[in-house]
C-alpha cells in the first residue's frame, strides 16, 4: 500500500524461494462444540487436493501511465520483465504433502521499504477509576457497540486520584488520560471457564495468557498481540499499573470479545450470498508488480473466489466481472443492496522489494486511529460500518487466520482502517491484500493459477467457518 516500486531488476540466480503451508499449532476446542468457530480456533484450511502447476506466467510488458490509485498509494516506477524464480509451494491435505514448481530463478533488486513509526504510548495520569457491571446470564462482556460516555472523555484535569476497585460483576477499569482499561485478570477470569486458562504471567514487558486452548501474547507499550500465534493490531498499546496489565476496554469489546466469544456477537444476521470485490479496475491499475497489474490480479483472484464459494453452496455478486472501472461508491452500493450477505474486497500490495507478507484490513472502530496513517486517521464520529464492528472483526480473523495457518507467509496481522469501500458498508466487511506485487517471489505466486486457487480455498473455507461460528448468535435474530 505504500509507493516505491522499483526499476529495473537484475538478472542473477535466486535460491529456490519456498511457501509451504503451516499446518495448525493449536488443537483447541470451541464454546459450542461444532467444527466452525473459526477453525477451531485459527486451525489450517481445507483438505483439497492442490491443482497441477501450470505454465509459468509471461512477465508483464513496461506499464503505461496510469491516474493515481483511488484508495490506496500509487505505485509510480516502471517494473522490469526478468526470468520468473522458480518457486515450490507445499500443500497439505488428506495427511500427505504435495509440491507444486513454478518458473525458474531470478533476483529483485534490494531496496528498503518504509517503516511505518509506531506511536507513543499514551501517559498514565492518576485519574479516577470507574466500575461497571458488564456481564449477565449468557452474556459476552460489555456486549453492544462501543460508545464513550462523558466519563470516558479526556481528562481534563492531572490531580485526580487513582483507585482500583473490582465491579460487582469482578471486573476491575483503570482510567488512563480519560479511556477505560480493563485489568487481564478480569479478562482472564470472565473467559476462563471457556478456555480453562492455566498460564498468566507478565515477565519484563512481555504477558502471556494460555491453555491447552488458546495462547494470547502481548507487550507492554505495544498495539501488537498475537492470539494462536495470529497477529492482531491493538487500537491502544497495552498499558500497566500496579503490576497490573491493562487492555482498553474498546479493544476488549471490538476485539478480545468478538474473537473468543464469536457466538454472542449481536445484531449478527444470517447470510448465504457474499459480494465479491475485485479492486481498481479500467483506468485505475492499482500497484505495478514485475509480472503484471494489480487490477488484472485482483479480477483474477475474484473469479477464483467466486468458484471457491459457490462450490461450497454460496451465492456470490461480483463488483465487477471485466476490467471495467467501478467507483468506491458504486461497489459500497452493490454490497449494500444484496440482501443476506457479507462483503470481501481483494487487492495486492506495493512497496520495496523486500517487503512480503498478507495483511487483512476491518474497518477502525469509533474513537480509535487507523493503524496507518493513510488510513483515516481518528475515527471520532463514527461511520455507517462501525454498525457491525464485531461481525467485522470476526470475519477479518476468519479469513487472514485461514490464510495464515495453510501458508508460511509473513503475518503482517489484522489491521484497521477506515478505507472507503468498508465506510459506508451496511454488511460486514473487510479489505484482504494478497501479497506484494513489488516482490518479485511473492508476485510471481500472484500470478500463478496455483496460488490464487489456494488462497481462494482458504478463503471459502474461513467464510463458512466465520458463519458457522455465529450461528448461534444468527439463531437469536
Given at each position: 500500500?505504500?509507493?516505491g516500486l522499483?526499476s529495473?531488476i537484475t ?10 503451508l ?5 488443537d ?7 467444527p466452525?468457530?473459526f477453525?477451531?480456533?485459527?486451525g ?8 497441477e ?11 503505461r501511465s ?5 484508495t ?5 516506477s ?6 520468473p ?7 497439505t491435505?488428506?495427511g500427505t504433502?504435495k509440491?507444486?514448481?513454478?518458473g525458474k ?5 534490494k531496496?528498503?521499504?518504509k517503516?511505518?513509526t509506531?506511536?507513543p ?8 477509576d470507574?466500575?461497571k457491571s458488564?456481564?449477565?446470564d ?9 460508545k464513550?460516555?462523558?466519563?470516558d472523555?479526556?481528562a481534563?484535569?492531572?490531580?485526580e486520584?487513582?483507585?482500583v476497585?473490582?465491579?460487582k ?12 482499561y ?9 473467559y ?5 486458562f492455566t498460564t498468566f ?10 491453555s491447552?486452548k ?6 507492554i507499550g505495544s498495539?501488537e498481540?498475537?492470539i ?5 493490531i ?7 499499573y ?5 487492555f482498553?476496554?474498546?479493544?476488549l469489546c471490538k476485539l478480545?470479545?468478538p ?19 475485485a ?5 485505475d ?9 494489480e ?5 483474477k483472484m475474484?473469479m477464483?473466489?467466486?468458484t ?6 454460496f ?5 465487477r466481472?471485466n476490467?471495467?472501472f467501478?467507483?468506491?461508491g458504486?461497489r459500497?452500493?452493490i ?8 462483503f470481501l ?5 506495493s512497496g520495496g522489494?523486500?517487503?512480503?507478507g498478507?495483511?487483512?484490513w ?12 493513510r488510513g483515516?486517521g481518528?475515527?471520532?464520529n ?5 454498525k457491525q ?11 487472514h487466520?485461514s490464510?495464515?495457518s495453510r501458508?508460511?507467509f509473513?503475518d503482517r496481522g489484522?489491521?484497521?482502517a ?7 458498508c451496511?454488511r460486514p ?6 501479497g506484494f506485487?513489488?516482490n518479485?517471489?511473492e508476485?510471481?505466486l500472484v ?8 488462497v ?8 463458512v467457518?466465520y458463519?458457522?461460528?455465529l ?5 437469536k435474530r
Amino acid at each position: 500500500m505504500t509507493p516505491g516500486l522499483h526499476s529495473k531488476i537484475t538478472k542473477a540466480v535466486l535460491a529456490t524461494f519456498v511457501f509451504a503451508l503451516a499446518s495448525a499449532s493449536f488443537d483447541v476446542a470451541r464454546a459450542e462444540d461444532k467444527p466452525g468457530f473459526f477453525k477451531k480456533l485459527f486451525g489450517g484450511g481445507s483438505k483439497e487436493t492442490p491443482p497441477e502447476a501450470e505454465t509459468k506466467p509471461a512477465p508483464a510488458s513496461k506499464p503505461r501511465s496510469e491516474p493515481p490509485k483511488t484508495t490506496r498509494k500509487p505505485a509510480t516506477s516502471t517494473p522490469t520483465t526478468g526470468k520468473p524464480p522458480r518457486v515450490i509451494i507445499t500443500t497439505t491435505g488428506g495427511g500427505t504433502k504435495k509440491k507444486v514448481e513454478i518458473g525458474k530463478t531470478t533476483t529483485p533488486p534490494k531496496t528498503a521499504s518504509k517503516t511505518e513509526t509506531p506511536k507513543p504510548a499514551p501517559k498514565l495520569e492518576p485519574i479516577q477509576d470507574v466500575t461497571k457491571s458488564v456481564a449477565k446470564d449468557n452474556e459476552a462482556p460489555m456486549k453492544g457497540e462501543f460508545k464513550e460516555d462523558d466519563d470516558d472523555k479526556p481528562a481534563t484535569t492531572k490531580s485526580e486520584a487513582v483507585s482500583v476497585l473490582p465491579s460487582k460483576d469482578g471486573w476491575e477499569i483503570v482510567k488512563i488520560e480519560g479511556r477505560d482499561y480493563v485489568t487481564a485478570e478480569s479478562i482472564r477470569n470472565f473467559y476462563n471457564p471457556v478456555y480453562g486458562f492455566t498460564t498468566f504471567r507478565l515477565q519484563g514487558n512481555h504477558f502471556w495468557l494460555g491453555s491447552s486452548k488458546l495462547i494470547l501474547k502481548a507487550q507492554i507499550g505495544s498495539q501488537e498481540m498475537l492470539i494462536n500465534n495470529i497477529k492482531f493490531i491493538l487500537s491502544y498499546p497495552l498499558q500497566s499499573y500496579n503490576g497490573k496489565v491493562l487492555f482498553s476496554r474498546l479493544d476488549l469489546c471490538k476485539l478480545i470479545d468478538p474473537v473468543l466469544y464469536p457466538s454472542h456477537i449481536q445484531n449478527a444476521e444470517y447470510f448465504d450470498t457474499v459480494v465479491v470485490d475485485a479492486g481498481h479496475g479500467g483506468h485505475d491499475a492499482g500497484a505495478r508488480g514485475v509480472y503484471g497489474y494489480e487490477k488484472d490480479f485482483a479480477l483474477k483472484m475474484a473469479m477464483s473466489v467466486r468458484t471457491a464459494l459457490m462450490q461450497r453452496g454460496f451465492k456470490v455478486i461480483l463488483t465487477r466481472a471485466n476490467d471495467t472501472f467501478i467507483t468506491l461508491g458504486g461497489r459500497v452500493a452493490i454490497a449494500n443492496q444484496t440482501p443476506k450477505s457479507i462483503f470481501l474486497s481483494f487487492h495486492f500490495n506495493s512497496g520495496g522489494s523486500a517487503a512480503t507478507g498478507i495483511e487483512t484490513w476491518a474497518l477502525t472502530p469509533q474513537n480509535a486511529s487507523a493503524t496507518i496513517s493513510r488510513g483515516g486517521g481518528y475515527n471520532l464520529n463514527g461511520v455507517t460500518g462501525n454498525k457491525q464492528d464485531s461481525a467485522n472483526i470476526a470475519l477479518a480473523t476468519a479469513v487472514h487466520a485461514s490464510v495464515i495457518s495453510r501458508f508460511k507467509f509473513v503475518d503482517r496481522g489484522v489491521k484497521r482502517a477506515q478505507w472507503s469501500v468498508l465506510t459506508g458498508c451496511k454488511r460486514p466487511g473487510i479489505l484482504f491484500e494478497g501479497g506484494f506485487l513489488t516482490n518479485g517471489p511473492e508476485c510471481l505466486l500472484v500470478a500463478s493459477d496455483t496460488y490464487r486457487q489456494q488462497v481462494s480455498a482458504a478463503v471459502a473455507d474461513a467464510v463458512v467457518n466465520y458463519r458457522k461460528a455465529l450461528e448461534s448468535a444468527m439463531a437469536k435474530r
